[in-house]
């Protein structure tokens, strides 16, 4: 089969392989859309996970089921499925504390483009299908269904990391896709005041639309001085981080409240440290918490996050700028995100099949 | 100064009596807005709190500041003020381990019109003014503001105590005032499917329009069945009970599922005993979590909850099907109340002043 | 292979099975020690869970594994095992949403001796292995350990679910051997003053070891008197019940503080409803939270509660009143579950093999 | 009256003042017993908070209340009271949010020796004493419940923050006086394995006896490398920062595991930046929560932590390595702390009077 990978840190390219053969508890599908993400960028360019040879990329898909394992219950041949681009191991010690995410170790539950191929291929394989697939709900349209891969997740779980509450002012760092979906979710959690940090006017507009009460140009001086002047120096409750770099936090944390949040859902590719200032820290005792984590996946949340967008709570259409169609456009979408034009949020490709 | 008074169970008229005296950490207010809450009703004509004599009623009111003690540091003469309807004691035991609503005990933050004069009077007393009242933003309409009194801090709690998280099924009882506002909490906490049961065609509106998916008519049959068919048999994450009585909780925990939450915010009013099915309630070992609480108040929550309306995440015009102008106009607001005619949602009344 | 079953409502015996067969997941073990627990009794001769034939019964073991199927990575023949009493299927949404105990509905965990055979037998079977059992750490007695099974995750869970944290006081309701662990896992949660409720001499003598500061006979008078008269009105922060019935709730409601917590881990077998008094229940809105649940498990569970006795921490040798050896004697040690003569807290059985 | 104070950064000395005036809620006290403190060393000697002019020292107290405000209903004159380091306002919004101890902004709720004069005197001043103060028990050494002022709950804050629960492996780093309260809180929450990091004997004895079970020693190589080796490579579950710099989380946090929590209680005096190495972090996305927090305080918590020692969960009395008696050999005491010989822990001074 064909899929499009990483052929080593700094090249992409074609590559045909065997068909993945499917364990008693996996499924095996091929894809109806993917999206392509900033972390592809990040690992292919930037060598973020380290070298890979011919891995196929991708992490953001639903598909339809070609072939299932014998131990599987709940899928048959032909669903039409969501793809999380985490997809843990659930009876490892970590998922039984609560980090599933973090199966067999640090980042563990990531692993498609990371350390096993990924969507972008004419078939793709997925461990434990019963735990970690969900139905596509009836309607429901697959472009759109793939910012339930890991756009909303991960964005829903910087709000979840920082216990956004009824009322509480929220600071969101970076309104890239991921971004918009902490600004979505943080009215889903019914904040007061949001900020969010941003200059392309397209993610500006979605912003807003998402319930950003007012945007921060980082070009118009600190971040932490402008959320001060604007909050009459009361500083905000709790702050979301969706872009920037190691320095981001120490750029912020000037206009945080004792006991707020600092959450992190933004990977964070090169630097040695992430430096918190001492005295913004309150001398490490201001109960201001620093904390960030990839987001959780499996079935059960997969359904839940569905069961918002069925519900009308959220619409995501407005971040899909960029349409393609069919396997050949892959390189094409995935390019459009290493350039970043202005107007992209993501570009995501659909596909259709004659049997 | 004139009041109006429960004068003894069952009978209400006009007090006159001094004006309330300021102690050091308090405020005396005139009212700009007050409404009328089911819970006066209940006190007067079902004796719920037990006798009272002459005791002024009403707990809602937004209202302007005529004295401050001469401790108070945050407020002064003049400012326009929300008063919650549950006014603590800051310093107690309760408070210190997050039940300020509890404060010298059980439901003892509850003060106005329980046992002490409420705010249908020319004038009333506000205890620990800096951390129990908040500033109404500029802009904002008074008589919507009374609904950050009790409203919307019960429906919301009704949403906290259940914890409600993103995508989850939630399961209203009642749509009343405040189960309309648990409606729109639980939207606001990203609920997926809210089913909200009612039948009152101005408050089945509202509650569609705050974010209820599915309306249930009691004389439809049980309700639990009703949402087990519904939702295929799977049933909801978390039920919120804003209205019946004490079989309310036997009616609908056949719909819930294990490790799901049964909050209650519905006052009640008589009857002895809650009962819980034992094969329902898992024979003890479910993990269906049952709970109930008094609404929590200070000037930090009311500020949060004015927060949400000044930032346009809801709108409570909706809910003020009535409105009259006037001190004099108490009796007919409050008897409204008592009525409570077909498209009556709330009724408040507003005061102005010549000075 | 011989195993000792309930035969059926109010009968048991000895039948003969086929050895179990052991999937790709799973564990065959033969036991190394196991004790009876009250619930086999009361599956057997109160039919709590409902007809059985021909069940093997028992649910607490330590064991080693005779085989595993081909996807256990972290097990092999030979590896002596701490067996949990319930063991969920990890992939399960109720898993993914934190309750693997009603992994495919309420209780759906609890296989052994419920809707599986049991461990009273020459071989028994586990499933999904790599995710259930727990080493047996070196040195560690597998009589003591058979309490990590069940008595220890349920007591403790007890405590879990009540939130007791530092100088709280606490009202243990029933002192056998699951209440005695509640006790001993109040102490190790840092309660204040621990209130255990019971009579027999070995029992009260224990809990006073694990930490219980006062011992109240039931006998003497109303619980939740009692307990108002030794705490001078103030009552207790938090309430376990772990014995009793359905009006046990309604017998200490009285003696809880407004925001406290009543959790059960005590099998309801018979009666309706549990009654919860509407006026001591705050009438709805005191924020007294009454929860139950079966234990939690899992090997990520199974490891910390060794980790507890490895350390020192606990020791259960008080609680194995009762000893015997080899298969033969499971009839005996059953029985004596039953009559519970005045100084048994455990009955245990050892085994030893010639290979 | 006569205090021992802070002259400016770098003097200590003897001061004549006023003695304190009593608002309506406040209360004055004499000492019955102090202790000094490491922070006050910090204070004076390091400027750790600023200049001060002439700032009596001490913030750990036991004494008799010689006067109250005339709002006061709790306490009366002649009542011995354990008085908190921390005091905070409790209308506060922080109060109102959970973080009473940053009433008025960051670290704002420590007021003695920070920016009020502190117990080292004839006479000192409480401010809310209803809500700030706690009857010292019956029986108690007042000696031993100067540590309920300080070392205790901030030792054990550290656990609490942590989040340490059931069976969970622990770091302690720093064996001091706080430290050794964070072991002791550790095993007080059932924690499993408990690593102290320190050298000195008498601290390492009582390390132990308060359930430490490892005793890692920094000169023998980096603490993180000894964890790993001790435990096989997995790593603990929580580290509590009772003791070192800003350097300290980045030494550490290549032992701790994903979803792990690394919790400050350690007064940071110096250095800009407190450096968290990205990898070792998670590249932001390895669910390592960092936090830290000064002591929470109040009636409430205080009673609570005396209700621990009261019924002998704790014994602090191997804490009080050195005694004094009276007034005047305060300076010795404070002096001691700044030498910190090799077998001090805590310094305690207590105090007589004929009337």
Same sequence: chains 1, 2, 3, 4.
């Avoid at 969507?119 to 793709?124: H, M, P, Q, S, T």
């Avoid at 500006?204 to 604007?230: F, H, R, S, W």
């Avoid at 059960?300 to 971040?319: F, H, K, P, Q």
């Amino acid at each position: 089969m064909r899929g499009f990978a990483m052929k080593k840190i700094g090249e992409v390219g074609w590559v045909e392989k065997e068909a993945p053969a499917c364990g008693p508890l996996d499924a095996i599908c091929r894809p109806l859309a993917v999206a392509a993400c900033t972390s592809d960028i990040h690992t292919v360019y930037e060598g973020a996970v380290g070298e890979r040879t011919d891995m196929i990329l991708g992490h953001e898909a639903v598909g339809e089921i070609m072939e299932v394992g014998e131990l599987v219950k709940d899928f048959k041949v032909g669903d039409k499925v969501i793809i999380p681009a985490i997809t843990p191991d659930w009876g490892s010690l970590e998922a039984q504390r609560g980090f599933a995410q973090h199966s067999g170790g640090t980042l563990g539950g990531w692993k498609f483009s990371n350390f096993k191929d990924g969507v972008f291929a004419e078939l793709f394989h997925v461990n434990e299908a019963d735990a970690n697939l969900a139905l596509l709900p009836e309607g429901m349209d697959p472009a759109e269904a793939t910012m339930i891969s890991d756009m909303i997740p991960t964005g829903f779980h910087g709000v979840e990391l920082a216990e956004v509450t009824y009322g509480e002012d929220v600071l969101v760092v970076g309104i890239g896709p991921v971004g918009l979906m902490a600004v979505a979710g943080s009215a889903l959690r019914g904040a007061g005041r949001i900020f969010g940090v941003g200059t392309r006017p397209n993610c500006v507009a979605l912003a807003k639309e998402y319930g950003a009460t007012d945007i921060i140009n980082y070009k118009d001086g600190p971040i932490a001085e402008q959320v001060m002047k604007l909050t009459d120096n009361k500083g905000v409750d709790k702050i979301i981080i969706a872009g920037g770099d190691v320095d981001t936090i120490s750029n912020v944390i000037d206009c945080i409240i004792p006991g707020g949040i600092i959450s992190n859902v933004n990977y964070l590719g090169s630097g040695e440290y992430v430096k918190v200032p001492r005295e913004a820290w309150g001398v490490g005792m201001g109960h201001v918490r620093i904390t960030g984590g990839l987001m959780p996946a499996g079935r059960m949340r997969t359904e839940r996050l569905a069961n918002i967008l069925s519900n009308g709570r959220l619409d995501v259409s407005g971040m899909l700028t960029h349409k393609f169609e069919g396997l050949e456009s892959l390189p094409e979408a995935l390019e459009l995100m290493n350039q970043k034009p202005k107007e992209l949020i993501k570009p995501v490709v659909t596909f259709s099949y004659d049997d």
